[in-house]
């Protein structure tokens, strides 16, 4: 559950930071990918090291890796040329 509250957050955030640079909010989809692809690359790698538990530990460690690559990916994309962001 809380992986889902964390998920929807990033979700906004990262939608607002994209739409704020004249993007689309769909750029935000990034962090969610690289969230998923962590986990599952996380489970497999420790499922294959025999961690039982601790599998579930890397696959949330490695989760949280991708979401700030997605993060950080959003954060340097350039604002599109010609757009001024509303002032607030």
């Known amino acids: 559950m809380l992986e889902i509250i964390l998920l929807t957050s ?19 989809l990034v962090a969610i990918g690289f969230w998923i692809a962590g986990e599952v690359a996380g489970l497999l790698i420790g499922g294959l090291l025999g961690l039982d538990l601790g599998a579930y530990a890397v ?12 993060w950080l990916v959003v954060k340097a994309l350039p604002p599109v040329p010609g757009y001024e962001a509303a002032p607030f």
């Open 59 to 70: 696959a949330l460690g490695l989760a949280a890796l991708g979401a700030t690559v997605g």
């Open 10 to 28: 990033l979700w906004k955030n990262l939608g607002q930071v994209a739409a704020g640079k004249g993007r689309t909010r769909a750029w935000a």
